[in-house]
């Protein structure tokens, strides 16, 4: 069986740790509105010994394994195209093929320049962490003006890093996606679930919504007004048959108060950071086991690709997307 695997180079690791002048707790990448110039971070660290032997590590990686990695990104250096477009060059010379990457709030002469060159598969970077109406006139400026002809269509084929957003997906004709968005949203203790009118789903049209009864973020879970706890009646019965239709059942737990010296038991978690309460799961599900939530979201996203039409298809400025 032969599966493609789109290898990232780490890039926004890379630009957290040794790039990035402004530092925002959690938050990966870096806003439109702290871009200035496409320039405003410290690249001094290009010449470091820890980047070039990073850069090295990555381009002896890939040429070990071409045989079984065929898609995988140049090593991108954010908000700094000239370095960026270095690297695909310095990639090039060795022999291999990686996607180039244009970020979104750089120049954009240096995406006119990768089209130029004719690749086939590109990748767009920059979107996260900005809010959807912030990024949506940006990728609406882009894919009108530069990534589609006359018609509408898609001129090559783009990746979007760190796209995961429902309304992103399918408003423009991307190739393929990636995001970990979804892993974290299932780590906090939710999942992703599409709308539910009159028993049709509409994936396009999804919201985050919280099983777990453990604190999460330092937010006691009954402050949350996205939890299943509180949702109507109706609304438990459609998703929970739902959840039923995917295989993911929504599990059972009880909690009890213990003393410091507790040893906890099978089946048995830590419910809050002072480790006075115990979660003693009953039944294993939504509320209470990460993996199956990751499942849940999966699942989501899949279903979420039935319902985007098969690539090329149209992009329209007018176009609302492909819901009920």
Known sequence: MSVDIFLDSGAPTIYNIWARKKKAKGVMGSFLKDRVGG??????F??????????????????????????YANFDIINNAEATWENQLEFESYGLKPI??????????????????KYEYIALGGIIPNPVPTIQPVLDNVWSNILTDKKGFPKVKVHGFGVTSPRLI??????????????KIA?????????????????????HLFFTHRKQMKT???????????????????????FEEIGIPIGESLFKTVDKEYSLGKNELWANEQKNKVEVI???????????????NALFYMGLQKQVPEWPWKFS????????
Do not use: C
């Open 39 to 44: 320039l405003s971070d410290d690249y001094s």
């Open 46 to 71: 290009l010449t470091s010994e820890d980047y070039l032997s990073y850069k090295k590590q990555y381009i002896d990686f890939l040429l070990a394994n071409k045989d079984h990695i065929n898609i």
């Open 100 to 117: 180039p990457v244009f970020h979104l709030g750089e120049d954009i002469k240096w995406l006119h320049n990768i089209l130029d060159k």
């Open 170 to 183: 399918i408003r423009y004709p991307w190739y393929s996606v990636d995001s970990s968005s979804w892993i």
């Open 187 to 207: 780590a906090y203790g939710g999942v992703v679930v599409p709308k539910i009118i009159d028993v049709k789903k509409d994936y396009s049209r999804s919201f």
């Open 220 to 242: 006691d879970y009954e402050s949350m007004k996205n939890h299943f706890e509180f949702l109507t009646e109706k609304e438990k019965k459609d998703l929970i048959s739902y």
């Open 282 to 296: 009953k039944s294993s599900g939504l509320v209470n086991d990460y993996n199956l939530r990751a499942k849940a």
């Open 317 to 324: 400025l007018s176009q609302k997307g492909f819901g009920l």
